[in-house]
């Protein structure tokens, strides 16, 4: 008979429940020193004190960019033999699976930002639709039972290519594709999909959530609107929304 129990003696040893406890329990909530202090009420220097005898066989790994301190809790990944494996997947080691340094904090401080603005995310490759062409956004955006992929920062102008990220998605049948935009693109970002809506008719079926950074206010433009024009929309509203 096979023997289910874990192996406590591999778990961490830590002199501060609180930390153990975000470690086993929450793994995902926390990616920099500065949010695990947070959370945790332990001041960093002492965090680090903690964490740090880990990284002798590489169970874990810190990662210094802007600023901030990054714990990666598996930066060699998870197909080697670590000692330590109690440590989770927190958010940063998945987003650095493919991607640079430099890429995975630009999509984390999108990630924080839009939950500061209220938005839900996701974060995790399988959950998040894929288009026509088998590919997946970075982010998603989770809205009532949906989960909604969103793209981030897209030029307007590639918006109503041959290649458009809007064609590929639908040619699938997503209801609702969500892009993230600068402050201040938004006239020109409706008109490129709308030109694109125009060139691209049967694929109406498709609607577009645009989020104008830095407040992500929410934007839908329906393809079955023959005006095309963008509605304003609350997060209560967008609950609610058939998708």
């Not at 699976?97 to 938005?119: D, H, Y």
């Not at 609702?176 to 935009?181: D, F, M, Q, R």
């Amino acid at each position: 008979m096979k023997n289910n129990k874990k192996d406590y003696s591999k778990y961490p040893s830590f002199s501060d429940y609180r930390l153990t406890k975000l470690i086993l329990q929450d793994p995902t909530r926390c990616s920099t020193i500065s949010e695990y202090s947070k959370a945790t009420s332990i001041p960093p220097e002492l965090l680090l004190e903690e964490l740090y005898p880990y990284t002798n066989d590489s169970s874990i790994s810190f990662e210094a960019i802007e600023g901030e301190i990054f714990l990666n809790t598996s930066p060699h990944m998870r197909a080697c033999e670590h000692q330590h494996f109690y440590f989770a997947e927190n958010l940063w080691e998945i987003l650095r699976q493919n991607n640079n340094i430099e890429k995975s904090n630009k999509i984390f401080n999108i990630f924080r930002a839009l939950e500061m603005n209220g938005w839900r995310v996701e974060f995790r490759a399988k959950n998040i639709p894929i288009d026509f062409m088998g590919k997946h956004t970075e982010l998603a955006l989770k809205v009532g039972k949906s989960i909604l992929p969103l793209l981030l920062f897209p030029k307007p102008s590639s918006l109503d290519k041959k290649d458009s990220p809007l064609l590929n998605y639908g040619k699938t049948k997503l209801p609702v594709l969500a892009i993230i935009i600068n402050a201040g693109a938004l006239d020109l970002s409706l008109s490129y999909i709308r030109k694109w809506f125009v060139e691209n008719s049967i694929y109406r079926n498709l609607d577009i959530l645009l989020l104008e950074a830095p407040t992500h206010t929410p934007y839908i433009l329906s393809g079955s609107d023959g005006s095309l024009q963008a509605r304003s929309a609350t997060l209560s509203y967008l609950e609610n929304f058939n998708l």
